[in-house]
């Protein structure tokens, strides 16, 4: 879609679902998404006293792990495009007792100084930027030499199993999308966002293109979900 209606598109999508968003996380994924961030944040190498950055941070899953293993001295900073997201994300963080800086931006252009974090995450938010290469670019800059990126996101699935996930993506999650979170057509843009976004290895070229090194991949669930590390030098 044009870049102009992709991001009101995907403005719209979190509005609506960012009340129910954990609820159908849990559904869609079977509860795996927990897993996933779990072996993510053990990619990302969180360590005590390092400044990190959690990019479309969402509910704040991610954040509460790295604030896990950073705390105490270390900083977690949040942020998100969509005001509703960041806003719950904060609000579940505070549940939880972590008052973390929260950054309503765009990741293609964020607000931070060059070299200024030890280690960036993103978690199922690539996808839905508008210029991918501009954002990993500005990714990229905001990293310390030697700090990491970290890149968790829905990926190309293992050939065999393609036509049950098509079935299951464009048949079942609009389903529950329509009578859990009340909007089908939410689920149906995730759906085709996830066909749309750069399979493991055109991600893997995007990250060294963007200036970064030692890029690996780990694929997980059959490829149904991919993590993408790569370091700044």
Known sequence: MPAANKADTVKRVFDSVAERYDVMNDLMSLGLHRAWKAF????????RGERVLDIATGSGDLAVALARKTFPGGEVWISDINRRMLERGRDRLLDRGLQLPAVQCDAERLPFPSGHFDCVTVGFGLRNMTHKEAALAEMARVLKPGGRLVVLEFSKVWKPLERVYDWYSFKVLPWLGDKVAG????YRYLAESIRLHPDQAALAEMLR?????DVEVFNLAAGVVAIHRGYRF
Do not use: C, N, Y
């Not at 909007?183 to 939410?186: G, V």
């Not at 293109?209 to 090194?213: D, M, P, T, Y």
């Open 40 to 47: 993510a944040i053990s990619v990302a190498r969180p360590k």
């Open 209 to 213: 293109k963007a200036g970064l090194a």
């Open 183 to 186: 909007d089908a057509d939410a």
